[in-house]
């Protein structure tokens, strides 16, 4: 990972809507990021657990950073849509870890090569301390290659 990123990556964590609700990210390595969110009383809901809001915030942007990075500049990626189920109330801190394994990297270029877009699906689940599913999320990405081989 080149310095600018690691930079970038970083600065992420005063993004507004990130430090609003408490979100924290680490980058593990150029393709996990942990993220965790402390409950505050900025993240807590009317019942006293994460605000669901909150919970899909701190999901939101990984996937599609990880892969613009691993994919580079002959790639566009954005995120296209999500949904995300609640499975328990969060009483606590909760943690997500992104990652996109090198063969996942490859079938993308690939495929992306050979239809033009594809829009690959990932999955997360947000863990409670206790190790308990507190949510689960699915994100849709939108992945083409700028240029034509």
Known sequence: MNLRQRWMERLINFYPPLVGAG????????RTVEVEMNLTSFNRNLVGVHFGGSLYAMCDPWFMLILMRLLGSDYIVWDKAASIQ?????????????????????EIRRDADAQGKIEPVFFVDVIGEEGEVVASVEKLLYVRRKKPI
């Not at 979100?23 to 150029?30: F, V």
């Not at 499975?87 to 943690?95: A, D, I, L, Q, T």
């Open 23 to 30: 979100i924290r990210s680490h980058t593990i390595d150029d």
């Open 86 to 106: 609640f499975k328990k109330p969060g009483r606590s801190r909760v943690r997500a870890r992104f990652n996109i394994p090198v063969e996942r990297v490859e």
